[in-house]
């Protein structure tokens, strides 16, 4: 295992992600656990991540240097190379020569971490502080004009530090440099694959749940049906899968999921219609996060309801869930990360809850999980849809939820999935949210009269793992149909607006 240890989550999952994508498996630690513990799980090569620290802030983590005595490969990325500078005896200067966004690199002396990369790149850069110089025994392989010292290395030490984030895709070499330090200076085997988690996992779950039953809430996503097959080829019949109709659910859905989910995996499924339910808790509740609360909330008590009722002779302990890497980091879950927002299965979780979690997905990112799904002999279908978020419609209908602005926002979805499907368009973007807003009335003209009408926002976007994202560049022919054919069929709707923002500064979902 390579550890990645966190100094501030955005960054951390990109290099855990990095790493395995050349197949060598990777996990994340936070940055205060001891040494000790992390030299126990045996690690083939530590990376420290890049943070929002500066060194000198007070209370600032620092690494203990006893990391460095271990004789395990190590390599710090900005936050982790200052870290790692100032703990090897180095020196950090506040230059006052901050370096955000793209910069040019310059190449002094390759030593063996930057051989083989042209002698001037691109490369991503996030930083106030910098390295002024370089511990005893280490050579300065680059300079940029805000850093004198932006990479070192000592091979005897197999210690080696970047100021840039070699991580992101802006960055040139980056991933040739990470490749180097693994597989050329911590002499790393390629031997991992997003599949092979699933034995694992498999035994992991019988070790957590025993003879005991479970229950799994299936969403319709890959995520939920990815978690329920794990489980199910790990525990069987002690698994019943639970899909809540919370009524947020787009169109056609309901009977999709029943259908596709039961045909794959033969699975016992119970279908709970709670739309009354959902929509009496959220009932003149306007503001994002309550929203999210709530429906994780009501999402939980019908799980446990449901359990009761199936509690035939032996109660139900456990709930999975398909939660993902991402989910936790953006709902705070790492060490250090802001909360953006609750997703509803991670944040959103009652402070009571009656079931312990079984969460398989925890540690990986989609494109991960859908190796998995299509490992498990899940249908394509169910592997490559779309992501459509837990609390469903209810966080795309700014404002207050009722069941008329639903309605009228499932007419103006369903549109746009038919238009954007017909186009070919599904594979070419993540996901397209159709959002009803709330308190924005706009002046139309329609039949010949003034209207006053709502706008409906359609938020096409690509991207590779949700962390981050770009508005996709439908095809205006494409967009023309969508927005006539939403106007004509929902006399409430006079206006149909594009959103152009990525993520960030912008989140994918409005709320
Ligand atoms: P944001 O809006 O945070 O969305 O940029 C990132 C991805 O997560 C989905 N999403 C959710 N998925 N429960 C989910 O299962 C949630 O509470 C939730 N909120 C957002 C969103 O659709 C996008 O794919």
Redesign the pocket.
């Known amino acids: 295992v390579v550890l990645v240890v966190d100094f501030g989550a955005q960054y951390a999952q990109l290099i855990a992600r990095r790493v395995r994508e050349v197949n060598v498996y990777s996990e994340i630690v936070p940055h205060n656990m001891p040494v000790r513990e992390m030299l126990a799980k045996e690690p083939a090569a530590i990376i420290l991540s890049g943070g929002p620290a500066s060194v000198y802030v007070d209370g600032a983590p620092s690494v203990d240097p006893a990391l460095f005595n271990a004789g395990v490969p190590v390599m710090g990325i900005c936050y982790g190379f200052q870290a790692m500078a100032q703990a090897l005896g180095g020196q950090v200067a506040h230059t006052g020569a901050s370096e955000y966004g793209r910069t040019s690199l310059c190449i002094t002396s390759p030593g063996q971490l930057l051989s083989r990369i042209p002698h001037t790149i691109s490369v991503w850069m996030s930083h106030g502080d910098s390295v002024s110089r370089a511990p005893e025994g280490f050579s300065t392989l680059a300079r940029t004009a805000g850093a004198p010292v932006a990479a070192f290395e000592n091979v005897e030490r197999k210690l080696v530090g970047v100021q840039w984030h070699p991580e992101v895709q802006h960055s040139e070499s980056g991933q040739t440099v990470l490749e180097h330090f693994l597989f050329d200076i911590a002499g790393c085997r390629p031997d991992w694959n997003a599949s092979s988690i699933v034995g694992d996992q498999i035994a992991q779950i019988r070790g957590q749940v025993g003879d005991r039953r479970v229950i799994c809430g299936l969403?319709g996503?890959v995520d939920s049906a990815v978690a329920a097959a794990l489980v199910q080829r790990a525990v069987g019949d002690q698994l019943t899968c639970v899909f809540v109709d919370h009524g947020l659910l787009r169109q056609g859905e309901a009977e999709q999921v029943k259908h596709d989910f039961v045909e794959a995996t033969g699975a016992d499924l119970v279908v709970a219609d709670e739309s009354q339910r959902f929509l009496d808790a959220l009932a003149g509740v306007t503001d994002p996060e309550a929203k999210?609360k709530i429906i994780g909330r009501e999402f939980i008590r019908t799980f446990e309801d449901v359990a009761k009722r199936l509690n035939a002779d032996q109660t139900i302990d456990f709930l999975v869930q398909g939660t993902l890497y991402?989910?936790v980091v953006?709902s705070g879950g790492g060490e250090g990360a802001a909360n953006?927002?609750s997703?509803?299965?991670v944040g959103?979780l009652p402070d009571d809850l009656q079931f312990s979690l079984v969460e398989p997905l925890r540690t990986l990112f989609k494109d991960e999980v859908r190796t998995v799904g299509l490992e498990l002999g899940l249908p394509e279908d169910i592997v490559w849809r779309q992501?459509?978020?837990?609390?469903g419609l209810g966080?795309r209908v700014i404002g207050e939820v009722t069941k008329e602005r639903l309605e009228v926002l499932r007419t103006a979805d369903a549109i746009t999935r038919e238009e954007m499907s017909a186009a070919g368009l599904d594979r070419k973007v993540w996901?397209c949210?159709v959002v009803l807003l709330g308190d924005v009335h706009s002046v139309g003209v329609q039949g010949d009269g003034r209207t006053y009408g709502s706008p409906i926002v359609l938020r096409p976007v690509t991207s590779e793992d949700?962390m981050t994202?770009d508005w996709a560049r439908i095809p205006y022919d494409v967009l023309e149909k969508i927005s006539t054919r939403i106007t004509n069929a929902c006399p409430q709707i006079n206006r149909v607006v594009l959103d152009i923002t990525s993520?960030p500064p912008a989140?994918?979902?409005w709320e």
């Open positions: 969403s996503g999210r991402p989910d953006e953006i927002k997703h509803h299965n959103g992501p459509f978020p837990g609390p966080i996901q949210p949700a994202a993520k989140t994918i979902e």
